[in-house]
């Protein structure tokens, strides 16, 4: 009996230690991703959003009322721009603003890479 309570008190821990690591990693935000998804995302904010807006760490923006991408969470939480772009929904009302769609996989990647540059 002794022997079968130690060593289920050695597997409870291990169990609770797994378990709260599990819940760690589930409860992760999207946007904390990978190198391959931080470049994918600067890849896609370039060629998608770098005409008009400054996609770099110091870029300015090219057009006056587009924000730098570095800038975005100053007027936009991070959950609120995962959430537009992951609905399509990123456009400002102005005529120069091209309809954008992601998939999941590059929504994730783009929001990894602004969370980068809120760094």
């Known amino acids: 009996m ?9 597997s409870i821990p291990a169990l609770l230690a797994s378990l709260v690591l599990s819940l760690s990693v589930s409860i992760a935000p999207a946007w904390a991703q990978t190198d391959e998804a931080l470049d994918q995302g600067r ?3 370039e060629t998608n959003c770098g005409s008009c807006h400054g996609v770099g760490a110091a870029d300015a923006s090219p057009h006056q009322e587009a924000p730098p991408f570095r800038n975005l969470t100053d007027s936009f939480p991070m ?3 995962e959430e537009a772009f992951a609905d399509g929904r990123i456009y400002s009302g102005h005529p120069d603003m091209p309809e954008f769609i ?4 590059q929504v994730d990647a783009i929001i990894a890479y602004i969370a980068f540059l809120q760094e």
């Open 2 to 10: 002794t022997q079968i309570l130690k060593r289920h008190t050695v």
């Open 43 to 45: 890849q896609l904010v």
């Open 79 to 81: 959950d609120a721009l």
């Open 102 to 105: 992601a998939t999941p996989e």
